[in-house]
Structures are given as structure tokens and as C-alpha cells.
């Protein structure tokens, strides 16, 4: 069935270091890739997405890069801060009108930013 | 532009008991999905509506699941008789619905603990 695999579970780095986060999926009809961030106690909120016309978007300190041939995606953050801390989920999904859009999620990275 | 609400915020019940969540999507939007994760696992997708009618409703656990959205606006998701592996929180979400591949704007989730 559809599945993500999401590594690593957790992360620590020095602040002003870079953290990357990989994603592999399975399903390679998948076409829409998004990122999410969740501080603790609040909402999951997308931060970057990258569709598969895409290789590598950048935003900022953020940077996602997609490889369809190898069914895997990353996300990139660069000069972390304290308030980069938080867990991080990447998703699939099939975009297309006969789908429903429904994301898949990876088990979620856990990334702690150390002053 | 309000964002996508959820009640209760949390939910302390007894196994067997009945417990019922309702979310409130983004004004307009005709996508709404709920999630649910479990024990600190993926979020994992439950069902997806397209203003009243279930588009997609493979991720819903087993029959005692009942989720509705009566004249497509709020949405309420039903948990009779409610089991000690329902804990959890549950999320929902909102998109526009020209694309599938659209933004999906979370809610805060509902926290559920079954003791």
C-alpha cells in the first residue's frame, strides 16, 4: 500500500548548523510532496511544498528537494534557530481529479536546536 | 481569514462511552479531511469530504467510526463505544477544491484519551 518512510525520528544540531530530514515514498503515482511543522501544542502548518514537475524549491532558510526516479525527498533548513525546534512531518500525495488528494505522512523527525 | 477549528480540545472519556468531535473548516472550502494520530506514530488519514458526500473513507478504523457533514459546512466525527486504541488526536483538516493537490490547512486537533 502507500507508505512514507520518514528519517531520522530525531535530530539535534547546534544552532546556525543545517539540519536535513529524508523522506522515501512508495506509491510512484504520487505527485505533490509538502512539509509541515509542528510546534508543541499547536496545529501541523505547511512550510514548503514541491510539486513533481519540480526538483528543489527554496524558500528562505528552506529548501526541499525532490528525486522521482528514487521516490525520495528532503528537506533542507539552513542556519537553524531555537525556534526551527519542533517536529516535522513530510507527506505524498496524488493530485489529479480522480483523486481524493488524501496525504500520506512519514513517521515525523523530532529536530532540536540547540544555542 | 479564521482558520480551522476544532471542539473539544480535549476529551477525557471511559471505554464504551461515546464521544463527538466537530470541526469547522475555512469558509469556502469544499475539501475537508480528518487525521488522526495515534501514540506519537504518522498522522493517518481517516476520511475526506467534498462538501456533503464521502470522497474517500478507506482510512476510518472500523464501524464505530461515524463521520458527518450535514449541508457541507461543519463536519462532527462520532466515536460509539469508544476503545482504549482511539486515544489520540484527531485533526482536521480544510482545502479549496479546484485542485487536490491544494494547501490542506489544519486544525488545532482534538485531544482524545479513552481510559
Known amino acids: 500500500g502507500e507508505n512514507v518512510e520518514q528519517h531520522p525520528s530525531t535530530l539535534s544540531v547546534q544552532e546556525g548548523d543545517s539540519a536535513v530530514i529524508k523522506c522515501t515514498y512508495s506509491?510512484?503515482?504520487?505527485?505533490?510532496f509538502p512539509w509541515y511543522k509542528q510546534e508543541l501544542g499547536k496545529r501541523p502548518q505547511l512550510i514548503i511544498d514541491?510539486?513533481?514537475?519540480?526538483g528543489e524549491k527554496k524558500d528562505q532558510r528552506i529548501a526541499v528537494t525532490l528525486n522521482k526516479t528514487a521516490k525520495h525527498f528532503s528537506l533542507h533548513i539552513t542556519e537553524t534557530q531555537p525556534e526551527d525546534s519542533a517536529v516535522y512531518f513530510c507527506a505524498a500525495s496524488k493530485g489529479g481529479s480522480s483523486n481524493t488528494g488524501k496525504l500520506i505522512f512519514g513517521q515525523g523527525t523530532t529536530l532540536q536546536v540547540k544555542p | 481569514e479564521a482558520g480551522v477549528t476544532q471542539f473539544p480540545s480535549h476529551s477525557v472519556i471511559e471505554k464504551g462511552q461515546t464521544v463527538t468531535l466537530r470541526c469547522d473548516p475555512i469558509s469556502g472550502h469544499d475539501n475537508l479531511y480528518w487525521y488522526r494520530r495515534v501514540m506519537g506514530k504518522e498522522i493517518k488519514f481517516l476520511l475526506h469530504f467534498v462538501k456533503e458526500s464521502k470522497q474517500d473513507e478507506s482510512g476510518m478504523p472500523n464501524n464505530r467510526f461515524l463521520a458527518e457533514r450535514t449541508g457541507g459546512t461543519y463536519s462532527t466525527l462520532k466515536v460509539q463505544p469508544a476503545e482504549l486504541e482511539d486515544s489520540g488526536v484527531y485533526f482536521c483538516?480544510?482545502?479549496?477544491?479546484?485542485?487536490?493537490?491544494?494547501?490542506?490547512?489544519f486544525g488545532p486537533g482534538t485531544r482524545l484519551l479513552v481510559l
Open positions: 514541491i510539486r513533481s514537475n519540480v
Open positions: 483538516a480544510s482545502s479549496q477544491a479546484d485542485r487536490t493537490e491544494e494547501t490542506q490547512y
Open positions: 506509491d510512484s503515482a504520487s505527485n505533490y
